[in-house]
T-cell receptor, first 111, second 110 residues
Framework: QKEVEQNSGPLSVPEGAIASLNCTYS??????FFWYRQYSGKSPELIMF????GDKEDGRFTAQLNKASQYVSLLIRDSQPSDSATYLC???????????FGTGTRLLVSP | SQTIHQWPATLVQPVGSPLSLECTVE??????LYWYRQAAGRGLQLLFY??????ISSEVPQNLSASRPQDRQFILSSKKLLLSDSGFYLC?????????FGQGTRLTVV
């Protein structure tokens, strides 16, 4: 059973701080990794994807992947109250046509 | 442009009534399509996925079914709803950079 684990939170950070969200996965064959943001009552929105070890930056977001340790993280710099949401990690394995989602980490950014 | 449509946005149905949720995509052909359910405060549960017309894979045994009558249409159905079928139903479409989700249908079974 392929699993993706996330701390449910909430993770509370003050406005302007760096929020660090973590995700571990069990399948060593995993090749694609995605971060989704989900506001309360809304559908998930894809914000980042990463395929290779290392960092990938997009604006205030940085995804970090370490395949040897089987974890992927999302850093949000200069956190804003509008970043308050649940962040879902998803993993895709080679040869599989579906994503496996974690249960999400709730982030709260206080003004 | 690539878009995904899902309706209705909200639905309140009595126990034992039928269900039909529809999802359509635009801007592509032969997409991989998915139905997920998200119970309150819970993660995404994959219900069905389809890689082509008439091809349905079921992930979780339950009183729901799915059909794909056309290339860009995916339908979720039930003959008799249970209280436990309440939740947030999401249609998704697989693109190389990850799955794109429809707006979702919030179903309340009363």
């Amino acid at each position: 059973q392929k699993e993706v684990e996330q701390n449910s939170g909430p993770l509370s950070v003050p406005e302007g701080a760096i929020a660090s969200l973590n995700c571990t996965y069990s399948d060593r064959g995993s090749q694609s990794f995605f971060w989704y943001r989900q506001y309360s009552g809304k559908s998930p929105e894809l914000i980042m994807f990463i395929y290779s070890n290392g960092d990938k930056e997009d604006g205030r977001f940085t995804a970090q992947l370490n395949k040897a340790s089987q974890y992927v993280s999302l850093l949000i710099r200069d956190s804003q109250p509008s970043d308050s949401a649940t962040y879902l990690c998803a993993v895709n394995s080679a040869g599989f046509q579906k994503l496996v989602f974690g249960t999400g980490t709730r982030l709260l950014v206080s003004p | 442009s690539q878009t995904i449509h899902q309706w209705p946005a909200t639905l309140v149905q009595p126990v034992g009534s039928p269900l039909s949720l529809e999802c359509t995509v635009e801007g592509t052909s032969n997409p991989n399509l998915y139905w997920y359910r998200q119970a309150a405060g819970r993660g995404l549960q994959l219900l069905f996925y389809s890689v082509g017309i008439g091809q349905i894979s079921s992930e979780v045994p339950q009183n729901l079914s799915a059909s794909r009558p056309q290339d860009r249409q995916f339908i979720l159905s039930s003959k008799k709803l249970l209280l436990s079928d309440s939740g947030f139903y999401l249609c998704a479409w697989s693109v190389p950079r990850g799955d794109l989700f429809g707006q979702g249908t919030r179903l309340t079974v009363v």
